[in-house]
């Protein structure tokens, strides 16, 4: 199975503050990462799939990088609506694999 | 619009087999590049694939779940049905269900339901 790492497990930001939370990948996924954000008591939300691509209607202050095992989500100015929880997840191989989460909150 | 939801008992006792219905609407199930995938997450956890089937009836299961797990699809009703057999306290979770869009750099699942939440106690 592959093992998704995500560092850090949480953060405190401020309104404005650029936040990188980053996923690790135990083997080659090439760019079949995801990042998902979830706020308490919903479902997730996909964010950007394939690494980079953001999806429809996500805000372009979200943005993603990263190739083999080591992937990036940026977010370049917090908003109040991003304090939340963000999964990255891979669909490279069965089983399929979550990250354990960041979370995001107020500093 | 595509929308998705789940439906299913509160409560499952212990032992129980439970049956879990995700009735997707503003696509077809039978519908090229799609699949749909069950998730689920322990309060307080992380998210946790427990299976999908595509729309050629292909099927996938968590490897630590296949022995408990039966996915299924009725096309007539455009609904997804997962079992999970022999449950347990620790299956206390949430399950959601999510469209599963077909992509060749990573399937994605882009639209999820609210979740239903399960508990098993006796």
């Known amino acids: 199975d592959i093992e998704l790492t995500q560092s850090p497990s949480s953060l405190s930001a401020s309104v404005g503050d650029r936040v990188t939370i980053t996923c690790r990948a135990s083997?080659?996924?090439?760019?079949?990462l995801h990042w998902y954000q979830q706020k308490p008591g919903k479902a997730p939300k996909l964010l950007i799939y394939?690494?980079?691509i953001l999806q429809s209607g996500v805000p372009s202050r979200f943005s993603g990088s990263g190739s083999g095992t080591d992937f990036t989500l940026t977010i370049s100015a917090l908003r109040p609506e991003d304090f939340a929880t963000y999964f990255c997840?891979?669909?490279?191989?069965?089983?399929?694999?979550f990250g354990p989460g960041t979370q995001v909150d107020v500093k | 619009q595509v929308t998705l939801k789940e439906s299913g008992p509160v409560l499952v006792k212990p032992t129980e087999t439970l049956t879990l219905t995700c009735t997707v609407s503003?696509?077809?199930?039978?519908?090229?590049?799609?699949?749909v995938s069950w998730i689920r997450q322990p309060p307080g956890k992380a998210l946790e694939w427990l299976a999908h089937?595509?729309?050629?009836?292909?099927?996938t299961y968590s490897t630590s779940l296949k022995s408990r797990l039966t996915i299924s699809k009725d096309t007539s009703k455009n609904q997804v049905v997962l079992t999970m057999s022999n449950v347990d306290p620790v299956d206390t979770a949430t399950y959601y269900c999510?469209?599963?869009?077909?992509?060749?750099?990573?399937?994605?699942?882009?639209?999820w339901g609210n979740g239903t939440t399960v508990t098993v106690s006796s």
């Open positions: 394939a690494s980079s």
């Open positions: 083997h080659n996924i090439s760019d079949f």
């Open positions: 089937i595509f729309s050629n009836d292909e099927k």
């Open positions: 997840h891979q669909s490279y191989s069965t089983p399929l694999t």
């Open positions: 503003g696509v077809s199930l039978s519908s090229a590049g799609m699949a």
């Open positions: 999510a469209r599963t869009t077909l992509f060749y750099r990573g399937d994605y699942m882009d639209v």
